[in-house]
């Protein structure tokens, strides 16, 4: 089956402690991204790749990191400076349309959803 | 911010009813799109309608943009009580590199 996966579903980390979520797709797409969902709210973008190692920041990166060494995988890691990370995090990806940008649908993971305690 | 607004917030309709959202958006897009989201899954898109269409449909699915007004609406129609969904709009504007910037979303209830 082809799509894209994200594990754990659940994950749990204390207070301090760096965490790092997988995102993987057999898509075949260049692009992938990440987004943060707080409860009752819309998609903010944390990261995004269009190509293997390159990425850049979104609309709230501060606090995260990520990397692409692969076309397939784009884990994220939320770290310690990250002031308030328990929310629901997605991995999305989309076909990479032209030199640089993608207009294109995105296809979803199942979402990991973090809390910390 | 360049973030939509979609309207309704919440909406609750009968089976068979009509539900329509509406979504408003800021400035020039390549295209806007429709994503449904069941309680704490990801992401299910829906369509995709690009700034030199007016309508588009998919089986009970029907989107509309009026780039004059910089809106689009997606009506469904004959609800059922499986489209109880979050249901999300995408902004695909010219000037953010193909970053997709979503609204806050319409939470829809279809009461059996």
């Known amino acids: 089956?082809?799509?894209?996966?994200?594990?754990?579903?659940?994950?749990?980390?204390?207070?301090?402690?760096?965490?790092t979520l997988s995102c993987e797709q057999n898509l075949n797409h260049d692009a992938m991204y990440w987004y943060r969902q707080d409860p009752g709210q819309g998609l903010r973008l944390i990261y995004y790749s269009q190509i293997?190692?390159?990425?850049?920041?979104?609309?709230?990166?501060?606090?995260?990191?990520?990397?692409?060494?692969?076309?397939?995988?784009?884990?994220?890691?939320?770290?310690?400076?990250?002031?308030?990370?328990?929310?629901?995090?997605?991995?999305?990806?989309?076909?990479?349309?032209?030199?640089?940008?993608?207009?294109?649908?995105?296809?979803?993971?199942?979402?990991?959803?973090?809390?910390?305690? | 911010s360049q973030q939509g607004e979609e309207d309704p917030q919440a909406l609750s309709i009968q089976e068979g009813e009509n539900a329509t959202m509406n979504c408003s958006y800021k400035t020039s897009i390549n295209n806007l799109q429709w994503y449904r989201q069941n309680s704490g899954r990801g992401l299910v898109h829906l369509i995709l309608i690009r700034s030199n269409e007016?309508?588009?449909?998919?089986?009970?699915?029907?989107?509309?943009?009026?780039?004059?007004?910089?809106?689009?609406?997606?009506?469904?129609?004959?609800?059922?009580?499986?489209?109880?969904?979050?249901y999300f709009c995408a902004t695909a504007y010219y000037n953010q590199g193909g970053k997709l910037i979503f609204g806050q979303g319409t939470e829809l209830s279809v009461k059996p």
């Open chain 1, 1 to 19: 089956d082809g799509g894209i996966t994200q594990s754990p579903k659940y994950l749990f980390r204390k207070e301090g402690q760096n965490v």
């Open chain 1, 52 to 117: 293997v190692n390159d990425f850049q920041k979104g609309d709230i990166a501060e606090g995260y990191s990520v990397s692409r060494e692969k076309k397939e995988s784009f884990p994220l890691t939320v770290t310690s400076a990250q002031k308030n990370p328990t929310a629901f995090y997605l991995c999305a990806s989309s076909i990479r349309s032209g030199t640089s940008a993608s207009y294109n649908e995105q296809f979803f993971g199942p979402g990991t959803r973090l809390t910390v305690l």
């Open chain 2, 54 to 86: 007016r309508e588009k449909h998919s089986g009970r699915l029907r989107v509309t943009l009026d780039t004059s007004k910089k809106s689009s609406s997606l009506l469904i129609t004959a609800s059922r009580a499986a489209d109880t969904a979050s």
